[in-house]
Structures are given as C-alpha cells and as structure tokens.
C-alpha cells in the first residue's frame, strides 16, 4: 500500500470517527500519538492511526462498527500500564481509549457489589466504599493509576490475592461490546444464572474478545484486625525458605512481599521508611482477620521466620507505619529508575516450594549475562518479578537482556511453572505460548476466540500465536525488541 | 464393583463403556465422532438429573476408572487427579495432609469430581470459601476430535492463555468428558461450630440484615424453612427445641476465634431468636447433614438466584410453594435451593414455576426492559416432563454467544446433545 492511499484510508477513518465521538473526543497527530504507540512494556512499539475516547457504551459501539465498515484493526485501552504490551496496537488502527468512561455508577452494600465504567481507577473504588468498612480487593500495585476494566482484561492480582483471590474471583458480570458492535451483558449482580460462565472466560481475554464497557465487581467487607510484619534477613535464600514453609504450615497470610538488597537501595532513598541497607532481603508478612487470636498468628510467622535465621522481625505499630510500609512496597517500581536507565520486568511463577532454587538460578542468570536483576514479588503466590536493568541506549545490554529474560521464564516453565502470574501475554510472551501448551490446547483456545472475534480485527497479534489475520506472525517478528516497528 | 453397562439417563437408556485411562476414552470419542455417536459423560451418576433428556442415540462414557492422583505437592497446597475420582476419595487423601477442597457435595463416596466440576456444585460453605471456579487451577477435556486439550496449569496464580476452565465449570459436559484438573486447597480448620437460631417468621429479614453487618464472620449463612431445619435435625441426629424457620450459622478456623465467634453472635442475636439456641461445635455429623441437604428430595426441586437483599422474600414464597416443601438459602449468596412435592394436578408445574420466576426477578429491576435480575431452575420436576423453558426460563442475551462457543468446541455435537440451555 502507498503512502497516499493509507494517508487517504485514514482521512476516511478519521471523518468517520469524528462523527461519532466529535472533533475533541480523539487525536491523529504524531506527535499527540506518541504516548499511545507503548505501554508500560517499552521493548515494542507501534504507531495507531487514531486514538479515540468514548464516553458511553453506545460510542464505543459506534467506533467498533466503523471500524468493521473499513477493515481497520482496533484495541481497548485503559490506562497503559501493562507490562506486556497488551496495548500496542500491532497492525496500527484504532485504540479505544476508556479514559473518558470514569463513572461509579452503582454502589450496593446490602448486596456487595458495585456497577463501574471501564475506565474507574482501581483505588477509586475503595475510596469510595472504604468509610462503610468495604473494599474492592484485587489490589495491583499500580492500582493508583490502572483501570478497573484493564484489570479485568488481564486479570490482575497485587500481593493480597495471596487470600483473597485475584480479579476473576470478584469479577461478577460484564457489559461487552463485541468484536462485531453487538452488546451483550455477561453475567450480572445475581450469581451464577444459568448457562456458560462466560464472566470467568472474558476475565483474562486481554481485550481479544471486546470493549468491557461495564463491570459488575464484588465488594468484600474489611478485615477486623490487621498486622504487618516486616522481616529482615541476610540473604534472599532465607527469606524464601520462610516463605515456603509458611505456605507448608498451613498459613495463609494476607500479604507475603519480598523485596531483595538491590531494590531495597531503591525503595529507601525513595521513600526513606527506615530498611536497613544491608539486608539481603525484607519479606513484607501481613495477617488479618478477627482481633481474637491475630497475635497467635502473627507470633507463629515471627517464629518460623526467626528459625530460618531472620536477623530481626517487627511489627508495623501504627497505621502510619503500616500505610508507608505499603507505600514502599506499591510505590518501588517508580523508585526503580535511580537504579538504571532503563529496566524489563519479568512475572514468571513456579510452585511455591520452589521459590528458594528459582532464585538460586536468577542470580546464576544474572551473573552470566551480566545484567543485574532487582526482586520485588508478591512471594506467597510464587508469583515472581525480576526487574532487569540495563541501558536501552545499548544494543548488546538489551539483547542480554532478551536472553536472561528468556532463560528466566523458560525455567520457570521446567519447575513446573507459568510465564506469566498476572501481567499476562500480550505480544511479549507470545513466544512462549507454543511451550506452555500443545497446539491441540493453543486450537482450542483459538477456536473459543473464534467465536468472541471471528474477523480477528479486535486487538489482532495478542495472545495466541497463530489467532487473527494471517499476516500477524510476520507483523510481530518485525517488532523485535529494541526496535521500532516500521509505520 | 462391577461397572453398570446401561445407564438411565432421564428416561433414555444408553449402553455405557468404562475406558481405563485418557487416551482410551479419547478413543472412544474419536470413534464415536467417526461413526456419528452422541457421547454421553457420566460419572457417579448422582445428578444427571440436573438440565433436559438426552436428544440423540448414543453412548455413555463412565470416568470413573479414571481416578489416579497425578501430583500431590502437598507444601504448594495444589492437588492433580483424574477426575473420575470420587469427591470422599479425594477428601481422604488430602485429610493425610491436614488439607482440603471446600467444595460441599451431598453424595461424596458416589460423586465423581468431574460430576461435580460439570454442575458447579456448591453447598452452604460458598459464602466462606467460594466456589469451583475460586479453586479449579488447570483442566483437560477431552475436544471433539478425541484429543486432550488442556489450559491453565498447576500453580496457584497463571493468566497464560484463555481461562478454559471456567467454561467446563457448570457446562453440564456439553463442550467433552473432563478427565483431569489441579486444584487449589486449603488448610482444615482447628474448630468449627454451627449454631441453629430458631426465628419467628418476621424476624427473618432482620436476621439477614444482621448477618451482614454483624461483627462476626461466619463462612455459612443460612436461612432454612421449618421442613429444612427438620430434615437437618433429623441427618444430624438431633431434636429440635422448637418448630419453624431457622438461621443456620457456621464457623471455622481456631479454636479462639471461633468460641469468640459463637459468642459474639448470641449476643448479637439475643433480641431476635425466638428460643433457645442450638450450637454443634466441631460436630461432623452436623456438617455432613447440612451438605446432604444439597442432595435429592421431594418430587421436584428447585434452584434459583437472586440479589442476596432479596432472599428472604423468594425463600418465603418457595415455602408455600408446595406441600411437604423445605427450603435452603444461603444468604451471603442469594442462592436458594428448595424441594416438595407439588400439586400438579390443579396447575401444571410449568404455570407454577413461571410465577416463581417472576418473583425472582428483584422488584426494583422488575421493571426494567431487560432483566438483570434472578433466575430459576427446576432441578427435578418429578413426572413431569422436562423442556427447556420449564427447566431453565427464557433466553438471556449471552445465550447466542453461548451457541456459537459450543458449535466452535463441538460442531457435530457431540457431547451431551440436548442436555443444557436450548442450542447447546
Ligand atoms: C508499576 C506497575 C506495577 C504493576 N503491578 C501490578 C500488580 O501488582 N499486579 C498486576 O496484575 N499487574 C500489575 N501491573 C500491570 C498492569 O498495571 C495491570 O495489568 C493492569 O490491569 C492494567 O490496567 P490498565 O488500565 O493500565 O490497562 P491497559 O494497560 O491499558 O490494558 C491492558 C490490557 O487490557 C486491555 N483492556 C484495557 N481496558 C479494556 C477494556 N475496557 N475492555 C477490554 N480490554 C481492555 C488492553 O487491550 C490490554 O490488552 C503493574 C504495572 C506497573 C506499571
């Protein structure tokens, strides 16, 4: 195609959207694009031709349909800040921007839940019902800044999933709106109406199966008690032999966060909460539940940590102490740049028990690639992130780069692992499908999709390595790391 | 044992084949698939009452030989087995470990886990712990070509590739034979206790409302009819001190806590029992009798949904409903079971259950053109023959979306033709 007939396709586009969501209710200039051409995963990029903001289901509709009218591939998008590349638009087109569907629309106590527009920041949620004693409990550590819509799409956790379960165990209906502009609702406040659970299944589908434009979420009831203990240990190795043998010893804490030397270097000069510098590791250990026997529970953690060689475990004694300790943990990512240039968080999982050998190897990894690897994980779920940090400026750092990470996830894999807890697939992990499962599994998940997107024009390239428009596999290897993918 | 070789499935007789491992039953369905043959799932053949009769000949393929645990990592708290194994069998190899699936089944030594998997069973703990869909980690189904096809995988947290699972949950076997998953589990409490509060019958909504803002945090929520509360009694070999409605609350976890707990709650209930109190602590017998309340009664049964606000009020109606009727709702859920023994001979059952239905339908949204609301389904319907409007209402919006799921998964339709929603 030339340049002039893409140029003269867009201009069609545009007019057509324009209609639709009106002059301010999208943008088409480069330079405006290009906060839209990545997301929170910077190794891919690629240019939309558009990006639109609707501010209702039924414009969502409108665009969706323009779309299909002109053969144009589009995506949804929250608030970018996956770490998958689950927003780059692979193909160009339209992103679907839910910034501008930011609504509350229901909160019901007496029945426990609550009606949001897709594009609801996560914390807003709690904000809202927290003086009656509720929450919203997926709690992403980006919860300051993601959407209630895209933690569906990827189905999010944060560290007190551990307990109570990620996005798709308070996820209890959706407002869809289909690859083809039909709109259907899925579920709803009711539990468990009759026939498929399709909630279940949207929950995850990464934006391949539509433009969630409504979500019904569960709200669970504060915890009476809550403590917060913050273990220091010499070595990263104790600190997760404490953690498996917590999980062993039938325990199920709130929260068991562990954050390594490196990162702790970090997180300190950011937030100043008092770590001492020379640990090998901190291990965040929350309980909650009722008052009466909280202090057995916390006691039995301190103890096993204490056993496997903790150098000192204290309480957080105020709520203050307690919210900054939390902050630390939330905010670290953000605290991450003092460390380098540029960094590539990982999310690989492996069966708890193995949590102490996987570190083993990591740091083998990143001895023999020569890149350093900060930890930080929501550790009770053996759910991993190795933030590795380079310098983007460098080719050769960021090819190591590719290999420590693939060499991470590969083991993960061979410890009986996944490649991904909770950031999901999107482009980066596509790679990756062809190993975690056969090609009978990847048709059958292939055949599901057939049914949501049939046209393959709803965020093509994601997901699953063969789905959508048969030039895909090409377009994706064109966007190999570290460059940018041609316009 | 020997195995059944026919097997009544709502009044259409199908010769059953017991193959002894996955790749046997994979054949089976490849075979069928050839030669054009319905496949029939069964497994302990509690509940294939549940959903419509079977619509094409056919044969039935028994899981039950399927029972091995694959991999018991017991520290990872996750369990894999074939799911022909029975609901007690894998309670006992998990007691081993001080360990649990908390999924109520009324007929454990019978129920195979794949049964269980594919009618969403759940009992009066779900309020505490949730359900299948909080617990199923991976599963394998067999696909329409006889091949296994699995997703998710074996550790606790995994949002690698479509979440299939969740489809076969309550799928009644319409989309292949499941064969194997991996769970995740949980610790067995130190103590447990239910506690039986009788209630005058205009105590009930205050009761609910208590139970929701109470200081306690029970994992059962219950409101049982006076036929329930009978029927558990009598299961748990107990007498009642008094007749009529009753809220049935359970705890768990330690001991402490859950003495705290019973405490707190008479306390809080003083003003609104209508007697005495009855608690059974760490009383299995009393646990097994409320879950074989989930189990068979009456002629005809029923299962509906609504917004937990509005329990109360459909459980009422589902009392009067029938002769001999007893009714179970759980409270935190909105989820209602009843049973009885109607009078078909003045209304025909469907007229009754659409004026049920009506009522499911929570008053504030009853109005709305499209329905948000409750659902209900006849679970047994006695002599009465079942379709799919008695058995499971109108369409909803969702069901083409549905259809075309099961015609990508089972084009020729091929596994349990007929059983579910109209269409699957
Ligand atoms: C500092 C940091 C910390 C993080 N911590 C966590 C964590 O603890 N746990 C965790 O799970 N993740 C974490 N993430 C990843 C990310 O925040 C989550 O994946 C989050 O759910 C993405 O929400 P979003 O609104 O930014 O979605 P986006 O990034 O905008 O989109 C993510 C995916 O969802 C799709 N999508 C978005 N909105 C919709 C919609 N309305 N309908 C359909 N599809 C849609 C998109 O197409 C895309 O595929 C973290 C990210 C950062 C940057």
């Given amino acids: 195609m030339t340049a002039t007939l893409l140029d003269e396709k867009t201009a069609i586009l545009i007019t057509h959207l324009t209609k639709i969501v009106g002059p301010d209710g999208l943008i088409s200039s480069p330079a405006e694009l290009m906060v839209y051409e ?33 053969g144009v591939p589009f995506l949804p998008r929250g608030s970018g800040t996956s770490l998958a590349g689950g927003c780059l638009p692979v193909g160009g087109g339209v992103i679907i921007s839910l910034a501008r569907m930011r609504k509350i629309l229901e909160v019901d106590i007496r029945n426990r839940y609550a009606l949001v527009e897709p594009g609801v920041i996560n914390t807003w949620l709690t904000n809202r019902v927290k003086n009656d004693g509720w929450h919203y409990a997926p709690d992403p550590s980006s919860q300051g800044a993601c959407t209630i819509g895209g933690n569906v799409a990827t189905n999010s956790g944060g560290p007190h999933t551990l307990k109570y379960g990620v996005t798709v165990n308070h996820i209890l209906g959706v407002e869809l709106v289909l690859p083809d502009g039909r709109v259907i609702q899925i579920g709803g406040p009711v539990e468990e109406a009759p026939g498929y659970d399709l909630t279940g299944l949207v929950v ?25 203990l913050l273990g220091i240990f010499e070595s990263v190795d104790d600190a997760t032999r404490t953690i498996s043998e917590i999980i062993g010893a039938g325990i199920v804490p709130a929260a068991l966060e562990m954050l390594d030397n490196l990162i702790l270097g970090a997180v300190e000069e950011a937030f100043g909460f008092g770590f001492p510098l020379d640990a090998g590791a901190v291990l965040i250990m929350e309980v909650d539940g009722l008052e009466t026997g909280i202090d057995d529970e916390a006691a039995r953690i301190e103890s096993i940590a204490l056993k496997n060689k903790a150098r000192k475990v204290s309480r957080a004694n105020t709520e203050a102490e307690r919210m900054l300790l939390w902050k630390s943990r939330k905010q670290a990512f953000g605290a991450v740049g003092r460390l380098a240039p540029s960094y590539c968080t990982q999310d690989g999982v492996v069966p708890r028990t193995r949590l102490p050998e996987m570190l083993r190897i990591m740091h083998d990894i990143s001895k023999r690639h020569d890149i350093r690897i900060a930890n930080i994980f929501h550790a009770g779920d053996g759910n991993m992130h190795p933030i590795l940090l380079f310098d983007e400026r460098d080719p050769a750092q960021v090819q190591r780069v590719m290999e420590a990470s693939h060499e991470i996830l590969d083991t993960c894999l061979k410890l009986g692992g996944s490649v ?55 377009a994706a290897r064109q966007l190999k790391p570290g460059r940018r993918a041609p316009h | 044992m020997s195995e059944p070789q026919k097997i009544d499935i709502q009044g259409h007789v199908v010769t059953v084949k017991h193959p002894a491992t996955q790749e046997e039953l994979g054949q089976m369905v490849h075979a069928a698939a050839q030669a054009g043959q319905a496949i029939y799932s069964v ?28 991999d018991y990592p017991a520290r990872d708290m996750t369990v894999t087995v074939e799911l022909g194994m029975t609901v007690a069998k894998l309670r006992e190899v998990l007691a081993g470990e001080n360990q649990d699936l908390p999924i109520d089944c ?37 696909d329409d070509h006889g091949r296994p096809t699995k997703s998710g995988g074996r550790v606790v947290k995994n949002v690698a590739g479509y979440d299939m699972g969740k489809l076969h949950i309550g799928a009644l076997g319409t989309l292949g034979p499941l064969v194997q998953a991996t769970f995740k589990l949980k610790p067995r409490p130190e103590a447990t206790a239910l506690s039986l509060v009788p209630l005058a019958p205009d105590q009930l909504e205050a009761f609910a409302n208590q139970m929701n803002q109470g200081q ?36 768990d976890g330690a001991e402490m806590a859950v003495r705290w707990q019973l405490q707190t709650l008479r306390d809080e209930l003083r003003s609104l029992a209508a007697g005495e109190v009855l608690e059974l602590v760490s009383h299995a017998g009393a646990w097994e009798a409320l879950t074989a ?23 009422r109606s589902l009392e009067t409903w ?12 909105g989820i209602i079971n009843a049973w009885g023994d109607p009078d078909t001979s003045r209304e025909p059952l469907l007229g009754q259950v659409e004026r049920l239905r009506h009522q499911a339908q929570p008053k504030r949204l009853q109005d709305q053109a499209q329905p948000k609301g409750g659902w209900l389904v006849v679970t047994r319907s006695g002599p009465t023959a079942r379709d799919a409007r008695m058995v499971f209402g109108s369409a909803r919006q969702d069901h083409p979306l549905m259809a075309e799921i099961k015609r990508q998964l089972d084009p020729g339709c091929l596994f349990n033709p007929g059983r579910y929603l109209t269409d699957l």
Wanted: proline letters at 8%; hydrophobic letters at 35%; one cysteine or more.
């Fill in chain 1, 420 to 474: 991904t807890g909770e950031h999901g697939i999107g482009v980066e992990k596509i790679d990756f499908m062809p190993k975690l499962f056969s090609p009978d599994d990847l048709m059958a998940m292939t055949r599901v999709r057939q049914a949501f997107n049939p046209t393959g024009l709803c965020s093509p390239g994601k997901m699953l390595p063969t789905a959508g428009a048969c030039s895909e596999p090409a």
């Fill in chain 1, 204 to 228: 995850g589908s990464e934006g391949t199966f539509g433009v969630v434009s409504k979500v019904w979420v569960r709200l669970v009831r504060n915890p009476q008690s809550v403590r917060t």
């Fill in chain 2, 293 to 315: 309340l989930g189990g068979p009664r009456g002629t005809t049964g029923l299962r509906a949904g609504v917004l937990p606000g509005e329990s109360v009020g459909l459980a």
């Fill in chain 2, 43 to 70: 497994g302990g053949a509690t509940r294939q009452y549940l959903g419509l009769p079977p619509v094409n000949p056919g044969i039935g393929l028994c899981t039950r030989k399927l029972d091995r645990v694959i």
């Fill in chain 2, 216 to 251: 306690t945090r029970p994992i059962v929520i219950d409101l049982l009819s006076a036929g329930a509360a009978r029927e558990f009694a009598r299961l748990a070999g107990q007498t009642l001190p008094r007749e009529g409605w009753h809220g049935l609350v359970g705890f």
């Fill in chain 2, 106 to 142: 009324p007929d454990p030594s019978r129920a195979t886990l794949g049964g269980l998997l594919a009618t969403n069973g759940s009992g009066s703990r779900r309020h505490g712990y949730g359900t299948l869909r909080d617990y199923l980690l991976g599963l394998t189904v067999i």
């Fill in chain 1, 38 to 70: 990545c997301d929170g995963y910077t190794m891919e990029k690629n240019r939309p031709e558009v990006v639109v903001f609707p501010r209702c289901t039924e414009e969502i509709v409108g665009v969706v349909k323009a779309c299909n009218e002109l």
């Fill in chain 2, 322 to 333: 029938a002769p001999a009727s007893g009714v179970v709702a759980h409270l935190g859920a």
